[in-house]
Structures are given as structure tokens and as C-alpha cells.
């Protein structure tokens, strides 16, 4: 069974940093691209933050020079280092992968979220 699994979320005060974690697990044969989402209350699901397989990485304009995402492959697992937060970065965060399981065909796959928080 393949799972995501995010941690780090939390309430920040403005102008803080946090950093989000996702751990890939299960038999997993290997993992493409990564990406983080955010879905705020009321609003659409948007792409944060996206890496590829080879490192190279793309970032929704609103976050460019604030967020950075980075992955290690040897432990499956992408990361998002968030600086200089704001109170519109309040969203729910979600981990996402196109993997390829062990046994199966290669499809995305979604972690559970982790909030954040960004108030004073």
C-alpha cells in the first residue's frame, strides 16, 4: 500500500517560516515528479510548488523567492521550506506523486494535508 504522509504544518506568526515534510511509503519501484498543493477555505486547490525527478523546479508566482522545494530520493521524500509566511499562505497543504508501485501502474497519489496556519 503506498502512502504520503505530510508533517510540519502549524500556526506561524506573520513573516515566520516553517517546514513541510512528505514521506513516500510503501513498494514504491520509483517516483517522478513531486509537488505541493495548498487548498484555502472557500477556494480551488492550486499548485504551490512542483520538482522533477532530476531537480528541476517550478513555483505558483504567488510564492516565488519565499518557498523552496527540495527532495531526497534515496528517502522518498519532498520538502517545503516556506519563509516570510503571510497570512494568505493559510491553507491546507497536500503532498503529491506520480509514482510507480511495485506491483501496478504508475498514477498520482495524494497525502492527507497538513494545516498552516499564518496569523498573529
Known amino acids: 500500500q503506498v502512502q504520503l504522509v505530510e508533517s510540519g504544518g502549524g500556526l506561524v506568526q506573520p513573516g515566520g517560516s516553517l517546514r513541510l515534510s512528505c514521506a513516500a511509503s510503501?513498494?514504491?519501484?520509483?517516483?517522478?515528479?513531486m509537488n505541493w498543493y495548498r487548498q484555502a477555505p472557500g477556494k480551488q486547490r492550486e499548485l504551490v510548488a512542483s520538482?522533477?525527478?532530476?531537480?528541476?523546479?517550478n513555483y505558483a508566482d504567488s510564492v516565488k523567492g519565499r518557498f523552496t522545494i527540495s527532495r531526497d530520493n534515496a528517502k522518498k521524500m519532498v520538502y517545503l521550506q516556506m519563509n516570510s509566511l503571510k497570512p494568505e499562505d493559510t491553507a491546507v497543504y497536500y503532498c503529491n506523486a506520480d509514482l510507480q508501485p511495485s506491483v501496478g501502474t504508475m498514477k498520482k497519489y495524494w497525502g492527507q494535508g497538513t494545516q498552516v496556519t499564518v496569523s498573529s
Open positions: 510503501g513498494s514504491i519501484a520509483i517516483i517522478y515528479g
Open positions: 520538482i522533477t525527478r532530476t531537480y528541476i523546479t
